[in-house]
């Protein structure tokens, strides 16, 4: 497999189930991101992890939680979510060697939160 | 702090004419970098061009063609000779080089292009 993947590409959850969002990367870069896409709203970017570690945290609900247990894979880990949450999450990656290296994104996953 | 405006919400064109899709943006910041990425329905951004702000040279990349204007904080994307597949959202997007903002891309709200067969 090559570029960036995610697994599932469709989610339907109720608000009280856990849910985890995986995202891998095959292009060797150190950094990944996760963002949001709401309808009728910008690109929301949410967290980014460069080498492992996380260098930000843009304000997000802790209902949402990352994890980056190496470079390759990232997760999104939900829990007690709202219907305001449903979106399209969008996982990228970059070569972490510069700071504003050129992202890679995945095929997003299409959340629906009932 | 940085913005991108990307005025036009929706454009619809019919096959074989060109379109420009228009990006202003705000930044405080000397050294940036310019994106443009393209949506098609499967959701996946796809990496169009990145543009660092000390080169203006206009771009032209098979149908593809960029012009950076920094005296006018633009960066428009034309498609000339327009097809059905070109039909995605587009989004501008910019990153500081240095800062607080480093690293950290701010997306514009996209442009939806149709093109009519």
């Known amino acids: 497999e090559t570029g960036v993947t995610q697994t599932p590409r469709h989610l339907v959850m109720g608000m009280t189930n856990k849910k985890s969002l995986k995202c891998e990367q095959h292009?060797?870069?150190?950094?990944m991101y996760w963002y949001k896409q709401s309808a009728k709203k910008p690109l929301e970017l949410m967290f980014v992890?460069?080498?492992?570690?996380?260098?930000e945290n843009n304000s997000v609900p802790s209902r949402f939680s990352p994890e980056c247990p190496n470079s390759s894979h990232l997760f999104l880990h939900l829990h007690t979510l709202q219907p305001e949450d449903s979106a399209l999450y969008l996982c990228?990656?970059?070569?972490?060697?510069?700071?504003?290296?050129?992202?890679?994104f995945g095929p997003g996953t299409r959340l629906t939160v009932l | 702090a940085q913005k991108v405006t990307q005025a036009q919400t929706e454009i619809s064109v019919v096959e074989k004419e060109d379109v420009t899709l228009d990006c202003v943006y705000e930044?405080?910041?000397?050294?940036?970098?310019l994106f443009w990425y393209k949506q098609p329905p499967s959701g996946e951004l796809v990496f169009l061009i990145r543009?660092?702000?000390?080169?203006?040279q206009n771009e032209i990349s098979g149908r593809y063609s960029w012009n950076f204007q920094k005296s006018t904080s633009s960066f428009n994307f034309t498609i000339t000779a327009s097809q059905v597949v070109d039909s995605a959202v587009y989004f501008c997007?910019?990153?500081?080089?240095?800062?607080?903002?480093?690293?950290?891309?701010?997306f514009g709200d996209g442009t939806t292009l149709t093109v009519k067969p």
């Open positions: 543009r660092n702000s000390f080169d203006e």
């Open positions: 992890y460069n080498f492992k570690e996380q260098t």
């Open positions: 990228a990656s970059s070569p972490g060697r510069e700071p504003a290296d050129t992202q890679y």
């Open positions: 997007a910019l990153s500081e080089a240095w800062g607080t903002n480093a690293g950290k891309s701010t």
């Open positions: 930044t405080r910041d000397t050294t940036y970098y």
């Open positions: 292009l060797g870069h150190n950094a």
